[in-house]
């Protein structure tokens, strides 16, 4: 690991230095194109009118040249021939105004190019040059803790270097044949479970973090190896009153008139698992259920009934079809259900109720939580979960 971050290290830096020269030494010279052509526009802006008064002045004493000779020419004539001449000479001289010439600026009235160029600049490039770029033995965040869950990975993660203060998380994952990483998270939870997660698949994972008030991102953390062992969670195909998503962990309330408990496809949930439903919330009604049961029963139109647990929308808890006093929040859209089940007796029972088989369940909803023994009348290893909802727009995500 040593050899190998060090050496990608090495083609890191050398890679963004050579980077840094060819788009330093590109924005240079945009900025000398830049001002040459300051330079060539203010030339040829001012110098214009200048031109146009040395074409008028030199007109004006080519005029006077040709008016001089004209003048010599006259007088030396005869009497005749130079009282013509000088008439017409004295007519033309009337008629040119030689003393009309164009004011000529001063000097100091003059455009005088010349450039301001601050040194400093190199100080100060010099100075965010040596403080550019950093070497760290280790990233300031490491995963933590891989854990898994029926078609997916809960990754946990957390800061190794306490003088660096957090805004925001990064998480991104990989299958172990791809060589590509993608973004599964950005924020500041320090946990995310990621979903769609094929069973007995090796996948890589990896954070990083970035700095309360900065852009970059830190260096990625140590890449850590999970996979899941848990077959998904999936919704029964085929049922009339919901539509399913393609992976079949969606469940969506359609239009249909049909009613009903909507069961898992399989029994996959497991004692000692945490079960998680996450809702898109549609009307309520009192009837509707989201829950854990030992079998499919046909002909209910809720889990509120014998052999199940389950909680209704408006946040009442019903055990083996019986509503309890203490009660959960109701259930709000993106809020989570979570179900946590562990056996606690096996075989028979002393109390009345006839139950040969005790679970204890901890319902949580809306950061509140509910514990209770729930009794079966046989012992089962796994169990389905289930829904039911009356009215269209509820979508439920199991995991």
Known sequence: ????????????????????????????????????????????????????????????????????????????????????????????????????????????????????????????????????????????????????KPGGIIVRWCKVDDDFIAQDYRLQFRKCTSNHFEDVYVGSETEFIVLHIDPNVDYQFRVCARGDGRQEWSPWSVPQMGHSTLVPHEWTAGFEGYSLSSRRNIALRNDSESSGVLYSRAPTYFCGQTLTFRQTVGQPDRRDSIGVCAEKQNGYDSLQRDQAVCISTNGAVFVNGKEMTNQLPAVTSGSTVTFDIEAVTLGSTNNNDGGNFKLRVTISSNNREVVFDWLLDQSCGSLYFGCSFFYPGWKVLVF
Do not use: M, Y
């Open 1 to 148: 690991q040593i050899k190998e971050s060090a050496s990608q290290t090495r083609d890191v830096l050398k890679q963004h230095f050579n980077d840094l020269k060819g788009t330093l030494g590109k924005l240079l010279d945009e900025r000398l194109v830049t001002l040459l052509q300051e330079v060539d526009t203010i030339e040829q802006e001012t110098i214009k009118p200048l031109d146009d008064c040395q074409k008028l002045i030199e007109h004006g004493v080519h005029t006077a040249e040709d008016l001089v000779q004209e003048g010599e020419i006259a007088i030396l004539g005869g009497v005749g021939e130079q009282n013509e001449k000088l008439w017409n000479f004295t007519k033309k001289a009337s008629h040119i105004q030689l003393d009309s010439l164009p004011e000529v600026p001063l000097l100091v009235d003059v455009p005088c190019l010349s450039a301001q160029l601050d040194d400093s600049i190199l100080n100060i490039v010099k100075d965010h040059i040596f403080k550019h770029g950093t070497v760290a033995s280790r990233p300031p965040v490491q995963i933590e803790e891989l854990i898994e």
